[in-house]
């Protein structure tokens, strides 16, 4: 099942960042094209944010270990009509 999505999106060099709020809770998920990260569930907005950040930090400088600057912080954005998720039934 797919369904729009209501939350925001950032980016960090090629990941993009995306919250999603899911009734009390927001879903973390951090993706491109070659890789996908679920982060730990969020029950504020602002830690959901923090959060995403934090794991696309890690992947990029850590995992990877990418010769990247490091960016203090991210420009969110709302998810629009674009924006879907796949739903399990």
Known sequence: ???????????????NLV?????????VVVHA????????????ELKAKEHALAL???FIH???QEDLPELAEVEWSPTGPQDWFVAKV
Do not use: N, P
């Open 33 to 44: 094209s070659e890789v996908i990260v679920q982060g730990q569930r969020q029950y504020k």
């Open 1 to 15: 099942m797919l369904r729009s999505l209501s939350g925001f999106r950032a980016r960090y060099h090629y990941l």
């Open 56 to 58: 696309a930090k890690q």
């Open 62 to 64: 850590e995992v990877r």
């Open 19 to 27: 919250v999603v709020s899911e009734f009390d809770e927001w879903r």
